[in-house]
């Protein structure tokens, strides 16, 4: 809008230094059309220079699959494997069915905790990679496909962050 005030003065200024424009015949019947032809010029530019910028780069990832391919995940669940192992060695052991049950319950607790300990660390070490990743690759946003109505294939980058993932750990 500036500029084009700018412009306006400036025609304005020119028109008015010139003897046969400042109110001849001229200026009367001509002086619409070139305001005219002067605005559209104006906003073309104007428009032209706001449109400079791309549209964002768009990505998603499947986190249970990143999670799945994940090395920290997999030890841990492989040593959670043989913890649930061994508490069941000893819940077999075991023959009070009062105190069994008991020593489940306490067990089944130790384990949650421990599982939802561990995934929250993993999780939040894997948002961090997206980071790196996404600024990197240089991603303006990058989704979590299990809060996504829909995502083109095209957009799906977990496979690639999955190689990233295991590139950076060496």
Not at 67 to 88: C, G, P, R, V
Not at 120 to 148: C, H, P, R, W
């Amino acid at each position: 809008f500036r500029i084009q005030q700018y412009y306006r003065t400036v025609f304005t200024k020119l028109v008015n230094s010139i003897p046969i424009l400042n109110g001849g015949v001229f200026m009367k019947k001509y002086i619409l059309p070139i305001l005219l032809v002067t605005f559209i010029v104006v906003a073309v530019v104007v428009g032209t220079a706001a449109d400079t910028k791309t549209s964002p780069k768009l990505a998603y990832i499947d986190p249970n699959k990143i999670l799945q391919n994940y090395d920290k995940w997999i030890t841990f669940q492989k040593q959670m494997e043989d913890e649930i192992s061994k508490y069941q060695t000893e819940l077999d052991k075991i023959k009070d069915q009062t105190q069994k049950q008991q020593k489940y319950y306490e067990y089944q607790q130790t384990i949650n905790t421990k599982i939802a300990q561990t995934q929250a660390q993993i999780e939040s070490e894997i948002l961090q990679k997206v980071k790196e990743y996404a600024e990197v690759m240089g991603y303006d946003f990058v989704f979590n496909s299990t809060t996504m109505a829909y995502g083109a294939s095209s957009y799906n980058i977990t496979d690639a962050f999955i190689q990233y993932l295991k590139k950076a750990k060496k």
